[in-house]
Structure formats: C-alpha cells, structure tokens
C-alpha cells in the first residue's frame, strides 16, 4: 500500500490581514507551507498535492522548489471540497493522508503513527482532547467507543459542543473509498459548506472501524490563523530548536534570546551570548564564542572564532583563529583566512583576506584580495566603484597601509609595500617601496585664531 498527501491550502487566511497568501508567512524563516511538506516528506510517499487557492501565482512561484502536483480550488467551499478538487489525481489504491497547509509544527512522530493506524482499518484520525475545544469538529463515539461522526461546532447540540475530544483535521484514508464518499457529499449544515469530516458518518455507515490516534502536544495540532498565533508557534519552535542545540552542547547564554532561521551545524564549545540570530545555511567549528547581538547567515565559521559584539555577517568564509568586531560587517563573498583580525566599523565586501591580516578600525575593503601578514590602517577606503563599473584592488603581503588612504581601484599593491597615511593611491606600487601622497605641511608661526 503507498502513501499519497494531500495538503489543504486554500484558505486565504483573512486574519492575518495580510497581502502575503497565510501559507507563504514565514516560521523560523520557512513559509508555513514548507513545514509542512518537510514533515510529510520524511514518510515515505508516492506523491504530494497541494490544495491552494488565493494567491495562487504567487504561492507556485516561491514554492517552485518543492516536488508538489499543484491543484486549484477556485472558490473556497469547504474542506471536502477541497479534497475532491485532488482525489482524481490520486492513485485509487493508495492510502491518503489529509494535511492542513497551516498546521506547521505537526510532526512526524505523529504522522507515522497516524498513517500506521490505518494500516487494516483503512481509515484513522488524528484526535486531540482538549480543556477548550470551541470552534473544532467534536468526535462523537457510541457506547462501546467506536467514532460514528464528527460534529462541527456551529451544527453541533450542546450536548455535542460538552465533547471535549475534537479533530484536528488530520487523517488517513483509503483513497477509493474516499473519493465515493466525496461524490456524495452535501452542503446541508450551519456554514453551507462541503465538510470533508462528513465522511466519517459514512465510513461508519458501511461499518469501516475508524481508528483514532491522539496528538501528544498540543502545538503540534495548532493551526494559524492570526498573527499572534504564529508568534506563539514562532517561539514554541525556537525554544526546541535552542533545547536541542543545547543538547548537542552549545552553551546559549539565554535560549529564549536566540534564534536560528535555517539550519545549524555545531562543532563543540560553542558559546553563543544573548540576542543572536543565525540564518539561512550556518556552521560553527569548536570552541566559538559568539555575540551578544549578532546576526550570522549562510556562514561557514572554523574553529577558536571569537566574534564580538554587534556584528553583521552574510555568506562569508571565516577562518579558524579569527576575530571579528565589535561592530563589524561581513558582506557576501567575503573569506577569511586563519587568525584575520578584523575591528570595529569595518566592513568587507567580496574579498579575500589572507592569514594574519588586520583590519582593524573604520575601513571599507570591497571587491579586494588582501596577501598574508597585512596591516590595513583605520580609515582605509578601497574606491571600487566608479559610478558605472565595480573595481579590484589587490595588495600584497606584509604590506602596510597608512591610515586614511584611499586606494583607487583598480589597483595593485606589491608585496612589502608601506603606504604613508593619507595617500591616495591611483597608480599601481611595486614591491618593497614606499608610496605617498600628501600635500606638504605648512607650519604658520604666531598664528591668531579669530575671536568674536
Ligand atoms: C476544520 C474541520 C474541523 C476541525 C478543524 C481543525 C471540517 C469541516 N472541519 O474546521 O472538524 O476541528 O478543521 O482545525 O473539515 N481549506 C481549503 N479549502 C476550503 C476550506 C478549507 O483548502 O474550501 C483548508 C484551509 O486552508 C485550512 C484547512 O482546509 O488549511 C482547514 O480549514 P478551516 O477553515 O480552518 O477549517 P475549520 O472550519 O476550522
Ligand atoms: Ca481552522
């Protein structure tokens, strides 16, 4: 028996006020969408198809990466409807599991058990039962505990509405079956909608046993539909993702201050200070001390790293040794090579800086190639830019840059070379020799400054 998925995403989500389709707002960085396609992709299916409605264009386009069979739901008229906008597409003899594009953190434990379930009975349900379960269908069972309906809240009695076992919407079902039930579904009820949960009545009509099987936490069924839900997810999962890490021994000097938006590869002796954020592609070699308040993304770090205060980093290469910040910006493109020390208010863009270079105050090194053993001086400018094309400059080893020069692209700094602070270089220097260029001193003597 395989396994097929269909995942509902049709709702526009009109709580989130938002112009963003609900299922593209991100979750730690993923839109809502792809959680739940990473959990179904870890079972072991034939084929996924997602349900998607507003926004359609839009939703395609930014989930173009996932391996969907894409199916249009034009008007939003209920989750069977929903359903059977897919079912024609599924192979008859698989089993379904219904997923809902909004319930993000479901997981996969749960899942398994879920479609296991509904190995010999061909039809289970995922059930919850809750201290508050206004606003979800209710399940109801007869005496001996066998599930005969589901009840949505707006139909229910209030007898039914006391029921406190409710569906999470979440379910596997023979696909055949399903789609003889789906033709038969009626629009008859409190919303006038085609509820997909009417197919539990029939099931149980024909004497098919449904099986059920309880979430074991109560965010994994939770469904966003504002905003303030999905802060609340957004932290719940930051808080696991922090646990695990902490686990895998990262000291975090705060887990409820961290963040990571992607994925994070941890050597050991990693210390990460308080309001760090880590997205994207991440990985930290040992003994690595980090923030406070740094923002790292798509970063490969080595190890004995030291990144200070305050610093900004994006798809760099960080050699082993380094030393960066406080308040410094690593722009894409850039590496590091070993024991690179580089200061407060630097900012290097796509360049290459060799072993045991520094740059260590107020300078701006982009499109560059710095040798090994060079000392850039505070204030350093590359001018890599000339209002219509982008420059390199390239300076040697041992070399010594003068503070506050400019180094006028493109441009080529021989090995050895000193260069006396407050040059501004434009034509290329030869190893070894000395460059400058300033304006001779004057000296004024018995000068008066002007009073008032
Ligand atoms: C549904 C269930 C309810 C359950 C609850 C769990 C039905 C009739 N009711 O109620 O028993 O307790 O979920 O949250 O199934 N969707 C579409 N197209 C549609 C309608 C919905 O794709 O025409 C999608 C939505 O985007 C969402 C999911 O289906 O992902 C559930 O829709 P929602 O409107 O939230 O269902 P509820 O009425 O809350
Ligand atoms: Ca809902």
């Known amino acids: 028996m395989s396994l097929s998925i269909i995942i509902l995403a049709a709702g526009q989500g009109t709580r ?17 969408l792809e959680h739940v ?35 249009e739901q034009r008007e939003q008229l209920g989750t069977g409807h929903a359903v059977a906008q897919a079912i024609n597409d599924v192979t008859e003899t698989d089993d379904v599991l219904i997923l809902y594009g909004d319930v993000p953190l479901i997981t ?7 479609v296991a379930a509904a190995k010999d009975s061909g039809f289970s349900l995922l059930t919850a039962t809750i201290d508050e379960p206004g606003g979800y269908g209710r399940i109801i069972r007869d005496d001996k505990g066998g599930i005969t309906r589901i ?19 979440m379910m596997t079902v023979r696909a055949g079956w399903l789609k003889r039930w789906l033709a038969s579904l009626g629009n008859d009820n409190a919303q006038g909608e085609y509820y997909l949960t009417d197919v539990i009545q ?10 059920s099987v309880s979430s074991e936490s109560a965010v994994e069924i939770q469904g966003v539909n504002d905003r303030q839900q999905l802060a609340e997810l957004e932290r719940h999962y930051q808080l696991a993702q922090a646990h695990h890490l902490m686990k895998q021994g ?99 863009k796509k360049s290459d800086i060799g072993q045991g270079s520094k740059i260590n105050h107020l300078s701006y090194v982009g499109d ?63 190893e070894n020799m000395l460059s400058i260029s300033r304006v001779e001193q004057k000296t004024i003597k018995g000068w008066e400054r002007p009073k008032k």
């Open 16 to 32: 989130m006020k938002s112009t963003l389709p609900k299922i593209l707002h991100p979750l730690a960085g993923r839109p809502l």
């Open 37 to 71: 396609y990473i959990a179904a992709g870890r079972l072991d299916v034939r084929a996924v198809h997602v349900v998607y409605g507003y926004g359609g264009e839009q939703i395609r386009e930014q989930l173009s990466h996932l391996q969907v069979n894409w199916v």
């Open 108 to 114: 996969h434990a749960s899942l398994a058990k879920l």
């Open 151 to 169: 009840v949505e809240e707006k139909d229910a009695s209030d007898e039914q509405r006391r029921v406190c076992e409710i569906n999470t919407g």
């Open 202 to 211: 029939m099931a149980a009509d024909e004497g098919i046993v449904i099986s």
């Open 250 to 348: 990262v000291t975090l000097m705060d887990p409820q201050r961290f963040d990571l938006r992607g994925d994070l590869k941890t050597g050991s002796d990693i210390t990460i200070d308080i309001n760090t954020l880590i997205e994207g592609s991440v990985s930290i070699g040992n003994n690595v001390s980090i923030g406070p308040n740094c923002c790292i993304k798509d970063a490969d770090i080595g190890d004995n790293v030291s990144i200070l205060p305050n610093c900004v980093i994006d798809n760099a290469v960080i050699g082993n040794r380094c030393k960066i910040g406080p308040f410094a910006r690593v722009r894409p493109d850039t590496r590091l090579a070993e024991d690179v020390h580089i200061g407060n208010f630097v900012e290097i």
């Open 368 to 430: 560059s190639e710095v040798g090994k053993r060079s000392n850039i001086g505070a204030g350093t400018i590359t001018c890599n830019y000339d209002g219509a094309y982008k420059h390199k400059t390239v300076i040697g080893d041992n070399v010594f840059v003068g503070s506050d020069t400019q180094l006028v692209a493109p441009v080529n700094i021989g090995n050895g070379v000193t260069i006396g602070a407050g040059t501004t270089v434009t034509k290329d220097v030869e």
